[in-house]
């Protein structure tokens, strides 16, 4: 069975800062890994994926993550935040062959102070 | 031009009655899902269906029922509502192409549920 875990449930960062938000998993088979994020009242929305290939992989919005299978890890980072980055990140991880079940971690509160 | 939509977005019910939720994608897609969002924010899977066909079922009361009439809708029916299943549910869609690694999935806005 895959599990993950986002090591913070609330980081505090000031505007402009760089942030990292951690994500570990664990699986016996190969996975394919996710970042959504949720913005107050609203529902999730894909910010990146890594299935093969790069092990850093980039979102629209400036957000990267890399890949790290020898410390089975998927931390996101930014250089510089903004204040409409407040929102809360979840972690995934799907894996096996035709993976379709999401496992989700606990999510990291990201607030962004002025 | 909502890819995945659920009605209602608010659900205020008593305890015991029975009530649905309703979701719909228009992304063609094949494979659709229910996640529950608990008060911690925890999300966790409850129902896939792919092709109307159910597929993952993760030991969910048996109150809860899904029924997916056709590919784009993936209802989900709760009978007997008990105070535990206040949260917020999800919906969401993927393509299960051939040849794909994994399939990113697309949320639905959310359907938050209170039973008093």
């Known amino acids: 069975a895959q599990s993950v875990t986002q090591l913070d449930s609330q980081v505090p960062v000031f505007e402009e800062a760089p942030v990292e938000l951690r994500c570990n998993y664990s699986?016996?088979?190969?996975?394919?890994l996710f970042w959504y994020v949720q913005y107050p009242n609203q529902g999730l929305q894909l910010l990146l994926k890594?299935?093969?290939?790069?092990?850093l992989v980039e979102s629209i919005n400036g957000f990267e993550a890399e890949f790290n299978k020898s410390q089975t890890s998927f931390h996101l980072r930014k250089p510089s935040v903004h204040i409409s980055d407040t929102a809360e990140y979840f972690c995934?991880?799907?894996?096996?062959?035709?993976?379709?079940?999401?496992?989700f971690g606990q999510g990291t509160r990201l607030t962004i102070n002025p | 031009d909502t890819a995945v939509s659920q009605t209602p977005k608010y659900l205020v019910t008593q305890m015991g009655n029975d009530k649905s939720i309703k979701c719909e994608q228009n992304?063609?897609?094949?494979?659709m899902y229910w996640y529950k969002q608990d008060s911690k924010k925890f999300l966790k899977i409850m129902f896939s269906?792919?092709?109307?066909?159910?597929?993952i079922n993760e030991t969910v009361p048996n109150r809860f029922s899904p029924k997916s009439p056709d590919k784009a809708h993936l209802n989900l029916h709760i009978n007997s509502l008990e105070l535990g299943d206040s949260a917020v549910y999800f919906c969401?869609?993927?393509?299960?192409?051939?040849?794909?690694?994994?399939?990113?999935?697309?949320f639905g806005p959310g359907t938050r549920l209170t039973v008093l």
């Open positions: 969401a869609s993927s393509s299960r192409a051939s040849g794909r690694l994994a399939d990113t999935q697309y």
């Open positions: 699986s016996s088979v190969s996975v394919y």
């Open positions: 890594y299935l093969s290939g790069s092990t």
């Open positions: 995934a991880v799907s894996a096996g062959q035709g993976a379709q079940k999401l496992v």
């Open positions: 992304l063609g897609h094949d494979t």
């Open positions: 269906y792919n092709n109307k066909e159910l597929i």
